[in-house]
C-alpha cells in the first residue's frame, strides 16, 4: 500500500475520505472545547499527514493549550505532517515516525485528554480492534475523549466497535453514520472511569494493509 498516494482522496470533495475528514474536525475542535481548562494532551495514531489534527488547529480559540503527539510510520507522511504544522504555524504538534501499535512510542505522551484512533480499524483485525479498545482506557486521562472511525459496508462492525466502548468505561457522545454513499463511521466516546489497568506492554494492532 503506498500510504501517500491513498492521502490524495482527501483532496477530492466527493470522496468519502474528505466527507470523514470534516466530520472528524468538527468532532476534535468539540473535544478541545469540552476538555477541563489547562493544557490539552492530545495523541494520533496512525496520524498519517495529520490532515485532521493540522486542519483543526489553526483557528480553535484553544489552540494554544493543545500540546499534539502525531505518530505515523511512514516516514514520507510523517515528513509531509511536519511541514505541513511548520506551515500552519503550530510548533506544537509533534510528528513521531514511530510503531503506533507500541506504546512505548507515546507513553511520555499519556494520558491523553483527546485521542484519535482515525483510519485504524478498517485495516486491522477485528481481534485487534478489540484489543484496541480494551486498552484505551489505560491511554487517556479520565473523562477523555477518544474519536474513531471505521467502514459501514457489510457486515457492519460499528454496532459491535461501539458496544466494545461502552464496555471498556466509555460513554458514548456521538456516532455518525455519514451516508449511504460514504458507508462511513464516526464514533466519539468519552472515558467515564479512572484508569487502573497499566499500559499495555503488548502489540495494540498489525495492519492487514501493509
Request: glycine content about 8%; hydrophobic content about 45%.
Amino acid at each position: 500500500m503506498d500510504w501517500v498516494a491513498w492521502h490524495a482522496a482527501y483532496e477530492d470533495p466527493s470522496s468519502s475520505l474528505s466527507t470523514r475528514l470534516q466530520r472528524v474536525r468538527l468532532r476534535l475542535s468539540q473535544a478541545i472545547d469540552q476538555a477541563p481548562a489547562g493544557p490539552v494532551r492530545l495523541v494520533s495514531l496512525c496520524a498519517g499527514q495529520g490532515h485532521d489534527v493540522i486542519g483543526a488547529l489553526p483557528g480553535h480559540p484553544r489552540r494554544d493549550d493543545v500540546r499534539a503527539v502525531l505518530v505515523e510510520s511512514d516516514a514520507r507522511n510523517a515528513g509531509l505532517a511536519r511541514c505541513a504544522a511548520a506551515e500552519a504555524g503550530l510548533p506544537q504538534v509533534e510528528v513521531r515516525q514511530a510503531d503506533a501499535s507500541t506504546v512505548a512510542s507515546f507513553a511520555d505522551a499519556l494520558p491523553a485528554d483527546v485521542l484519535l484512533l482515525c483510519g485504524i480499524f478498517g485495516n486491522i483485525s477485528d481481534r485487534d480492534i478489540l484489543r484496541t479498545v480494551q486498552a484505551a482506557p489505560a491511554l487517556c486521562n479520565a473523562g477523555a475523549t477518544v474519536i474513531w472511525t471505521r467502514h459501514r459496508r457489510p457486515p457492519d462492525l460499528t454496532p459491535q466497535i461501539r458496544s466494545w466502548f461502552a464496555a471498556s468505561g466509555f460513554d458514548e457522545v456521538a456516532f455518525d453514520a455519514l451516508g449511504t454513499s460514504t458507508q462511513t463511521g464516526v464514533g466519539v466516546s468519552r472515558l467515564r472511569r479512572i484508569p487502573v489497568a497499566a499500559l499495555p506492554g503488548y502489540p495494540l494492532f498489525t495492519f492487514v494493509k501493509a
